[in-house]
Nanobody, 121 residues
Framework: VQLQASGGGLVQAGGSLRLSCAAS????????MGWFRQAPGKERVYVAA????????YHADSVKGRFTISRDNAKNTVYLQMNSLKPEDTAVYYC???????????????WGQGTQVTVSS
């Protein structure tokens, strides 16, 4: 599976962005998908995950109520809708694919290249 993330950019605090991650291959619907982020000088951390069917999802406490992960298997795409953005959300955001429904980065086999999100105060 090859993943291509897009949709990042510069936004003011309180604003919104929607990230997209397009996947190649016909097996996209068999993978759990996740979003992770890495801020400058910090480790990459989990943001959200969605099951292969899209019926189940969970979000890190830091983004719960503000971010929503979803997927469209017909389009081989997973999304991350980000609302009420804060400066501390500034990071490179990565999408990833796993044969599990997991929040652990070690469970993910395929990674996109990342897209930069910058939130100004």
């Amino acid at each position: 599976v090859q993943l291509q993330a897009s949709g990042g950019g510069l936004v003011q605090a309180g604003g919104s962005l929607r990230l997209s991650c397009a996947a190649s291959g016909r097996t996209f619907s068999s993978y759990g998908m996740g979003w992770f982020r890495q801020a400058p000088g910090k480790e990459r951390v989990y943001v959200a995950a969605v099951s292969w069917s899209g019926d189940h999802s969970y979000h890190a406490d830091s983004v719960k109520g503000r971010f929503t992960i979803s997927r469209d298997n017909a389009k081989n795409t997973v999304y991350l809708q980000m609302n009420s953005l804060k400066p501390e959300d500034t990071a490179v955001y990565y999408c990833a694919a796993s044969q599990k429904f997991s929040s652990w980065s070690d469970d993910y086999d395929f990674w996109g290249q990342g897209t930069q999100v910058t939130v100004s105060s």
